[in-house]
């Protein structure tokens, strides 16, 4: 199940809300919760199982680290725990990308095997192992109840595509919460405004990255490559932050508050800045749990910097390009921490703003194409060498005709992306003139309702509409 489909909202949505609100007791508000997250996760999931396994192991693993942690026995639980989490994330999500490589470089012809891909497992392996070394670290206490510890590990807004929420954000709240009439409402408003960003959005910024690169990127002349790149880029934002607020604003409905995941990355000067604003639950995870692990009995500042970017980019997928658009990021980060570190100082601002988008934008270029080889011709696209060698137009009819059309479109999603309306609504909350105040909200509140009935629309003709991360 998805969140961007008529059946969610109108019918699976509203009756898990009917059903927990019928009780005022915690608990009971709690297995409602439970059983409607089961039910959503199994929804069309061949391998749910894994879930309630991964539950179970690590509810277990818990404990026992909460008990063996002075002795001997602790840490040789923690690493059972970490092993026993990656090994089922390697099984079911790299084993055919290792045999191909295998056969690839020993020339052996081994069977790849075809293992069905659990949907959101690398967010709830995830959020179980922060669990664990948290546990380890004493950062929190062991769950003494399962069914408390099932219900964070299968919360439904969360569970399928992040934020990678940690057991310390909503320790507190899975047995002492309780939601207002404001919760509901900015919860669902916030929800209403991911579905606006996937459904109309993003969506249709697709639309035009499956014209330009659903087939061969060789005929693309070089505008049309730069052009639907820096769609693409648009699309990948609005599309998983869509998601985001979407899950934010869900567990806000229920009471939870989880963590931002997003903050206007594309208003960054820096790749670092861009990477503080992007996936902040992913990039806080192996920045926690990675970036300062002794490696040989001592933190190794720049040898980590690049295990984390390497890790980072093979979480996103079994392909080497994930890989390098991991490591791509790390070298320029290893690049402004050293060699550019003083100069980045010096250059003006509008000057930082275009060098993060341009490296930006190639990334997500890096990011897009699996096959290496088409990846390869958008590199000679993206510098020029296509143009240079006479391979490719400089410019044609077919892109600058797509941009006219979409010209809208395309600016509303860059101002949207830009932090213009967190300012505009500050500036109204901030207002000392109740007019101003009321006028905002009676704006925001019609504006809502406009954007549900347009997505709800979108929706009709949809058969199926999943974000872009349920496959990482």
Known sequence: MVFADLFFL??????????????????????VL???????????EPVYVLLLFSAVFNWCMGLVIDRTREGPGGKASVALAIVVNLALLMVFKYSAFLVENFNAVFKTSVAV???????????????????????????????????NFLLYLSLFPQLIAGPIVRYSVVEEEITSRSTSLTDLSQGAMRVILGLAKKVIIANNLYTIVETFYGSSITSLSIFGNL?????????????????????????RMFGFHFNENFTHPFACTTVAEFWQRWHISLGSFFRDYLLYVP???????????FLVWFCTGLWHGASWNYVLWGLYFGLFLFFEQTIAKKWLKKWPSWVKFIYSKIVIVIGFGIFFFEDLSQLGEFFKH??????????AAWFDSLTWSSLLNNLFL?????????????????????????????IGWVAAILG?????????????????????????
């Open 34 to 44: 439970i059983i409607f997250s089961l039910i959503f996760y199994a929804w069309g």
């Open 295 to 305: 490696i040989f009995g001592q933190p190794r500042k720049y040898f980590n910097l």
């Open 382 to 391: 993206i510098f020029l060498v296509s143009a240079f060698t006479g391979q």
């Open 227 to 251: 052009y639907t790149v820096i769609v693409y880029s648009l699309y990948v934002y609005f599309d998983f932050s869509g998601y985001s607020d979407m899950a934010i604003g869900l567990g």
């Open 113 to 147: 095997p075809s293992i069905s891909l659990p949907i959101g497992i690398s967010f709830f392996t995830f959020q179980a192992l922060s669990y664990i070394i948290d546990v380890y670290w004493e950062t929190v206490e062991a769950q003494p109840r399962f069914k």
């Open 10 to 31: 109108y019918v699976f949505l509203p009756l898990c809300l009917l059903a927990y609100c019928l009780f005022k007791d915690i608990e009971k508000k709690n297995v």
């Open 410 to 438: 395309i600016v509303v999603a860059i101002v949207i992306s830009m932090p213009v309306f967190p300012k505009v609504k500050g500036l109204v909350l901030e207002s000392r003139r109740q007019g101003v105040y009321t």
């Open 448 to 472: 809502c309702i406009v954007l549900l009935a347009l997505s709800s629309i979108l929706l009709v003709d949809a058969t199926n509409n999943p974000f872009l991360y349920f496959r990482f």
